[in-house]
């Protein structure tokens, strides 16, 4: 039903109720049991058991379960225990992210669980907003939560904040006179809304939809609906590691059969082939992908960015579009008066937000607060309701945001309201009323009753009989002038007010029959100003190759004249009426070509995040209402606001900015990509230590030769290396210049050609490096406890001297900072202590089938270590010089 469409009258006689007494008792219980009670359905979440066990199929939690089931075959129970233990530290954290996103539906609930009061056989009670049916007539005052979709059909001065909706940032005055049927939601001021709140004035209403049928309700199925997609890094890990198993699970088969060809007996070949496995598996992957990924959520946090699900963090490095809401994520989120037009000059204010800071200027120099500039900014403070106060560090206003702003250009002049009421006290008032769209008040001059009015221009400017000149004086009025300089402000994309002054004869009754022949002060025009950081991030997502789109429920020409000042292009914008006559490839190719869309309602904004997903777009979406909530979950990365924004929000966004600023999104998106380039680097570097420990397992077998490190040194080598080696790469800084890199593919693999031949390169040079040392220490008499142990220590010192090369995978370590990452250093020495008591220590040589070695030995394994990086260094060297002659 088109509700907002029908006279009050005739939505009472199609609910069969009388407004004046209200549903009967027993009427309320047959229609409470046919719609059933006033609360959103909660999508049933599903078993705890079901999320945890989820958490273990993952093909790359897989790898590491076989590489536990291997050597627990192998009847090493305590490495079998520390791999399992990974895999139940890996499910236990997500399970609990998942666990904490469960969220949204129950907190959409609550939103709409209020006391009410109704009016039920002709008198007024309170009961809880659950017991609601269509046709129940409910009151409303200042500060109620609105309980269900209500047709108005009594109002005085009723305001409400409908924001969490529509994404107006401004009260909406309501009425109750019946609209045309294709008004949108943003516009249909006869409604009051689930959910939304009263900020001024009282009102009734009569009950038109309850629970699952109220807007709220329809927004919370969107959010059922849409789907939890999987974000890059799960994607891109997923295809890697089913790679990884296929090719562990063939060169394992292949070294078997080869064995057997041989005439090796089957036992040893499928120990053999154990071991391969074993070595090949990197056990420390999925502990490395979650410690980086949990460093990046606390870097992150540092920047007034939580995350919510630990793969959001990756995400933000790949995103390519940036969908963001426009008050207080582009904007300060705070009215602000940035011109005066008073005696036909134009005075620009300057500030930010509440804050009284700033001056006024003419001509670029300080102004003279007189005469009609100084009436004007007094009218503006006297006809005032809002109030401003300074706590906690920060301004904060109470009231209409439009009469803040007034108080707050007021204050920049020097002028007090407190001070100015004090002086002149008021005597009289009228409210504001969205019928006469002024509001007026009336004080006790010092030659006299005064009165101030402040409101629209179009009503306003036909009251007045002249203008305050600089010399104080009346002087005929140029309605034009007033008109065409309006007018000017209003394309800026200024809310535009005019002020002006009359006499009040004390002791009688104001009215608005008598504000006429009003004297023209001025006129004031304000704007939620845009964020300076918000420029500059975004200038940097243009850089770094992301798209950013506002959409915004607030008005086209607002939103335009933001876009302009923000650096998007404003040069056309669409609207929500607009973008419901498009069809899916009209409404692909406008998602794709315009940035600024206004008017936007929740249906609307999930098919333009859906538009832009189609078209292969990593999408990063903002909100902070209920109206954003199925968008927030739909998009690749939802972006709730911390300050501003509803529960529901943020329950259904992967991210919480702490700040609701968009620079934080652009900061945490250089966090997302310093995560993904540390995650490539430790898999550049952990992979050629199991390639190469492969590559010695299969050598061995085709050249008939005893192992040369057995499969409890290639878990030692694994588990070790992987925690002190490794995991140091999750603390690398963001290297420079990572947001002028254009965003990844998403047809891009987790390794490109470069990094694969260079891992293949330094698992050739482990293979000849240990195998050949191993064969050369056997060849000079020594035993096979030695020549082995010179195999192991072959590979941790060339792992160790990789390391470095890996800091960075394009640019030269020493670039780097040979401090910069000082967790490298620690877990340097730590590897090294670890291995000098694995040669020597004798309960580690006995476990580990170790023996002590000669300082000539540890010379031949640093001359192998050394040589090995020396190819490495050349290796990158020649890549980076390759890769900066295509550029070119």
Known sequence: MNWHAEAAEDAARRLDVDWHAGLSDADAAERLARHGPNRITEQAARPAWKRFADQLVQPLVLVLIAAGIVTGGLGEWVDSSVIFGVVLVNAVIGYWQEAKAEGALAALARSVATPVTVRREGVKRQMDAGGLVPGDVVVLAA?????????????????????????????????????????????????????????????????????????????????????????PLTRKMATFSNWLLWAIGGLAALTFAVGLARGEAAFDMFMAAVALAVGAIPEGLPAAVTVTLAIGVARMAKRRAIIRRLPAVETLGSTTVICSDKTGTLTENAMTVRVVWADGEGYAVGGHGYAPDGDIRHDELPAEIAGPLRECLVAGALCNDASLRHEHGRWAITGDPTEAALLVAARKAGLDERTLAALHPRCDELPFDSGRQFMATAHDGESGGIVYVKGALERLLPRCRGRLAGNGQIVPLDAGAVEAAAEAYAAQGLRVLLLARGVFALGTPLTAEALDGLTLLGLVGMIDPPRKAAVAAIRNCHSAGIRVKMITGDHVVTARAIAGQIGLNAGRALTGRELAGLDDAALAAAAADVDVFARVEPEQKLRLVRALQGQGEVVAMTGDGVNDAPALKQADIGIAMGLSGTEVAKEAAAMVLTDDNFASIEAAVEEGRGVWDNLVKFITWTLPTNFGEGLVIVAAILFGATLPITPLQILWINMTTAVLLGLPLAFEPIERGIMRRPPRRLDMPVLDADLIRRIALVSLLLLAGAFGLFLHHLDAGRTLAEARTAAVNVFVLVEMLYLFNCRSLTRSFWSLGLFSNLWVWGGLGAMLALQLALTYWPPLNAAFQTAPIGWTDWLQIVAVGWAASLVIALEKRWTARRRARETL
Not at 151 to 168: A, N
Request: aromatic share 2%; no cysteine.
């Open 143 to 231: 500060g109620d939560r609105i309980p269900a979709d209500l047709r108005l059909f009594h109002q005085r001065e009723l305001h409400t904040d409908d924001s969490m909706l529509t994404g107006e940032s401004q009260p909406v005055a309501k009425h109750v006179d019946a609209l045309q049927p294709d008004t949108l939601l943003a516009e249909r001021a006869n409604m009051a809304y689930a959910g939304t709140t009263v900020v001024a004035g009282q009102g009734s209403g009569l009950v038109v939809a309850t629970g699952d049928a109220t807007e709220t309700g329809r927004i919370a199925g969107l959010i059922a609906a849409a789907p939890d997609l999987a974000t």
